[in-house]
């Protein structure tokens, strides 16, 4: 058995050479201790792709489906409600004296969301601080459902501060 294993894995002859049993490699030195690859097809030009065809017709699907669900042709979904959104938001602009404050505020509310994901990210590489905050979340919601949701007078002061709240917010209705 040992024999015919050797016999196969190094054949020489005068014009090819056998690797483990396969057929010759194009290469000026062919021995068992070199192994190529194989070359990768060419890739695929745009007209084999066809990417837009493509995306035209699942944009297509996508407005049936939205036509369908709402019980209305495509083109009167597309129509009706992408000016009702953008009239509502030219309304709510226009109305606004200062815009250069909502503007800045809006900016600044984008580099504080940023700067916050950023530390909460810096804090949860910390070895211990997650855990640590992970037990400090569990014990503060037993503390929270132990004052507030368990005994029917603590629910109903519960309810009633929520109620308090929402209506100063929105305004008694």
């Excluded at 194009?26 to 066809?50: E, G, I, K």
Aim: with cysteine; proline share 7%; charged share 20%.
């Amino acid at each position: 058995m040992a024999s015919s294993t050797s016999s196969t894995l190094a054949l020489s002859s005068s014009s090819t050479t056998l690797i483990d049993g396969k057929a010759p490699r194009h290469s000026a030195t062919a021995s068992p201790q070199c192994v190529t690859l194989p070359t990768l097809p060419p890739p695929l030009t745009q007209t084999q792709n066809r990417p837009s065809k493509t995306t035209a017709y699942c944009r297509k699907i996508s407005r049936n489906v939205v036509a369908l669900a709402t019980g209305e042709a495509p083109a009167e979904v597309a129509a009706t409600e992408l000016p009702e959104i953008t009239k509502t938001i030219q309304e709510a602009w226009d109305k606004l004296e200062d815009k250069y404050a909502v503007t800045s505020l809006a900016v600044a509310g984008v580099v504080a969301l940023w700067g916050s994901t950023g530390m909460i990210s810096a804090i949860d590489r910390l070895p211990l601080v997650p855990g640590v905050l992970e037990l400090v979340g569990i014990g503060y919601s037993g503390w929270f459902a132990y004052r507030n949701l368990i005994f029917k007078p603590d629910r109903e002061a519960l309810i009633k501060k929520i109620k308090d709240a929402y209506n100063d917010i929105i305004g008694s209705s």
